[in-house]
Every structure is written in structure tokens, then in C-alpha cells.
């Protein structure tokens, strides 16, 4: 038996403000190497700072995905990448294979590959000279990850013996027999 989870959208509204409260959480969380290392948590905001701000957010989004599609593809999947609105509402950016089933472990890697991931090495690069302008895309992506959190949430609750199949905008659950 397969059942599919997709978020509706009370459940994308709900994401956009955990999204927003972990983001806002997270700057401190980010800030704290740059400023223990510096002695200074300063930086002069200009239009060349802002530009590199937007860019960083959006390069680790794209980040973000090519890092499900590796660790889909060390699993035998084969990725595909695009976007799409959850719930009809929230654009997302996506890495899915539709058609490939992960055991639980291999689906928990994928899911919270990108923010383990992008979370610790940018940690370690916030301590840099430059590393303040890093601050809020880390915590920007960290707040991101809302959906990839709510798909770990449901899969641990699916009996053990089941088979994940990610899809765009959500997760197919292959139910053991009997289950």
C-alpha cells in the first residue's frame, strides 16, 4: 500500500513561520564565530554588501538542492531539479527522484543532508574576516529547511520496513505489507 503526505496549505503557513522564527534564531547562532574571532561583530552595509547578501541566499538555495541530488545519487537515484509551488502557495526550489525508493536511513540522509551540511561548514566559514556577510543567508537557509524538517518528522513516523519515494512537493510512503 502507498500513501502520499503533501503539506496543504495551512501546513505551508505554518512552515513560513517556523521558517521565519528559526531564521531569526539562527543569526545569532551564525554571528557568534565571526564576532569571536574578530573582536568586532561590525560590517559596513552597502549596495555591494546587499548585492552579496541576495546572491549568497540564493546561491545556497541552489546549494541546498544540488546537495539532496548528491546524496540521492550516492544511493542510486537519479535527481531531477525544479520548482514548484507547496500546497499551491509557496514557491520552492526541488531535487526529487521520482520512481526511486530510499529505506528510511538513506531518505534521512537526503532530507537533512543540505542542512547538516551547509549549517556546519558555514559555521566554520563565519569565522573568516569576511565571514558577517554570511550570516544571514545561513540563517535565511537554516530557516528553509522547515520542509525538509516536516518530511524527517513524517518518516519517523512511518513503521520501520517502509519505503520513502520523494517527490516534488512531498513524500510517497511504501508500506510494508501488513502495515
Not at 18 to 38: C, D, E, H, N, W
Not at 113 to 125: D, E, K, V
Not at 139 to 144: D, Q
Request: aromatic fraction near 8%; charge should be positive; charged fraction near 10%.
Amino acid at each position: 500500500m502507498t500513501v502520499d503526505w503533501r503539506p496543504d496549505a495551512a501546513e505551508a503557513r505554518a512552515w513560513t513561520i517556523a521558517g521565519l522564527v528559526i531564521t531569526v534564531l539562527a543569526l545569532p547562532l551564525f554571528a557568534l564565530p565571526s564576532v569571536l574571532t574578530r573582536h568586532s561583530g561590525s560590517i559596513t552595509i552597502n549596495l555591494a554588501v546587499i548585492a552579496a547578501v541576495v546572491a549568497l541566499t540564493f546561491t545556497l538555495a541552489l546549494v541546498h538542492e544540488a546537495v539532496h541530488g548528491v546524496v540521492m545519487l550516492a544511493f542510486g537515484a537519479r535527481p531531477s531539479f525544479g520548482m514548484v509551488l507547496v500546497a499551491g502557495s509557496m514557491p520552492a526550489l526541488y531535487a526529487t527522484s521520482p520512481g526511486h525508493r530510499f529505506t528510511r536511513a538513506q531518505y534521512l540522509a537526503v532530507a537533512a543532508g543540505p542542512a547538516l551540511l551547509i549549517s556546519s561548514l558555514g559555521l566554520w566559514a563565519t569565522s573568516a574576516a569576511w565571514g558577517l556577510v554570511l550570516v544571514f543567508p545561513l540563517a535565511a537557509h537554516l530557516g528553509g529547511c522547515v520542509g525538509d524538517a516536516a518530511a524527517i518528522r513524517n518518516v519517523m513516523r512511518q513503521p520501520r520496513g517502509t519505503l520513502y519515494e520523494d517527490l516534488k512537493d512531498g513524500v510517497r510512503f511504501h508500506l510494508p505489507e501488513g502495515a
